[in-house]
T-cell receptor, first 120, second 115 residues
Framework: AQTVTQSQPEMSVQEAETVTLSCTYD???????LFWYKQPPSRQMILVIR??????QNATENRFSVNFQKAAKSFSLKISDSQLGDTAMYFC?????????????????FGQGTRLTINP | EAQVTQNPRYLITVTGKKLTVTCSQN?????MSWYRQDPGLGLRQIYY???????DKGDVPEGYKVSRKEKRNFPLILESPSPNQTSLYFC??????????????FGPGTRLLVL
């Protein structure tokens, strides 16, 4: 079974700084997807960024980028020029693609979460 | 607007009193699922459904039931709630069961407190 580990329960940085959140995962699959979700105080789950394992290029979305190290099974999230609105819980998640109906549904496997606080 | 709705958003109940949390999506998605979120544990899947009348257990199904009589609705039923079911619950949907690359849409969450 796949597992996802976020080793930093809490982090805190000053506004405008760059912060990196860590995530490691364990799988024997070669093809899969990795995600970072943001959960602000409203509790809504918001997709931040998605990475396909067979793509070597690291995904980026504006101030958010990932460092995907497939051999090390590491998937860290970098937030540049952090803003007060980035304060949230961040979850790393893993999903492998299904091969067909008989294999059943594929689920998101989440890490424990990292609570990030951006201080003014 | 594409969305997943859940009701109620907040619920306080007592041990043993049956309750239902509703979930509805307007995107004609085949796949729907329920997660619970607990501190230090992240989100864990309770049940999922691949289509109408097709449901199966996730990782933490004990104490829960689900049904999928219509494609858009996927209610979560707690027939005899206990305090260890106090949690934050999320319903989610995506287009297909195997669609790992598809966007998964989450509902706004239901905060449940069982006394």
């Amino acid at each position: 079974a796949q597992t996802v580990t976020q080793s930093q329960p809490e982090m805190s940085v000053q506004e405008a700084e760059t912060v990196t959140l860590s995530c490691t995962y364990d799988t024997s699959e070669n093809n899969y997807y990795l995600f970072w979700y943001k959960q602000p105080p409203s509790r809504q789950m918001i997709l931040v960024i998605r990475q396909e394992a067979y793509k070597q290029q690291n995904a980026t979305e504006n101030r958010f980028s990932v460092n995907f190290q497939k051999a090390a099974k590491s998937f860290s999230l970098k937030i540049s020029d952090s803003q007060l609105g980035d304060t949230a819980m961040y979850f790393c998640a893993f999903m492998k693609p299904g091969l067909g109906w008989l294999q059943g549904a594929q689920k998101l496997v989440f890490g424990q979460g990292t609570r990030l606080t951006i201080n003014p | 607007e594409a969305q997943v709705t859940q009701n109620p958003r907040y619920l306080i109940t007592v041990t043993g009193k049956k309750l239902t949390v509703t979930c509805s999506q307007n995107m004609n998605h085949e796949y729907m699922s329920w997660y619970r979120q607990d501190p230090g544990l992240g989100l864990r899947q309770i049940y999922y459904s691949m289509n109408v009348e097709v449901t199966d257990k996730g990782d933490v199904p004990e104490g829960y039931k689900v049904s999928r009589k219509e494609k858009r609705n996927f209610p979560l039923i707690l027939e005899s709630p206990s305090p260890n079911q106090t949690s934050l619950y999320f319903c989610a949907s995506r287009e297909t069961p195997q669609g790992a690359g598809e966007t998964q849409y989450f509902g706004p969450g239901t905060r449940l407190l069982v006394l």
